[in-house]
């Protein structure tokens, strides 16, 4: 059942390379203090999440985050309070 919502909500996952984009991405997660059970959650609830780029979507989000005064658990807590936000345009959506 989880793998039909991955496959419909992110068919990108069969031809992405787990080593160049879901791995790394993983490990930041794993950085930020975001254990396995959590993880697991999150990709359940936005499968593209494993699949957006460290240097062109995370980083900047997470750099965002911080400049509005949050600390890292209150990242995390946003993360995974809204997985969504890490897909979301900075510009077009987030930053007024």
Same mark, same amino acid.
């Given at each position: ?14 031809? *992405? *390379?787990?080593?160049?984009? *879901?791995?790394? &991405? &993983? ?70």
């Amino acid at each position: 059942r989880d793998v039909r919502k991955v496959v419909v909500a992110c068919p990108m996952a069969f031809y *992405s *390379s787990l080593e160049e984009t *879901s791995k790394p &991405v &993983v490990a930041r997660m794993k950085e930020l203090g975001i254990n396995d059970s959590q993880v697991a959650k999150l990709v359940a609830r936005f499968p593209p999440l494993v699949f957006c780029s460290l240097e062109g979507v995370w980083n900047p989000k997470l750099q965002w985050l911080k400049e509005l005064g949050m600390d890292d658990s209150q990242v995390v807590m946003t993360i995974t309070k809204f997985p969504q936000l890490i897909g979301c345009s900075l510009e077009e959506k987030l930053k007024p």
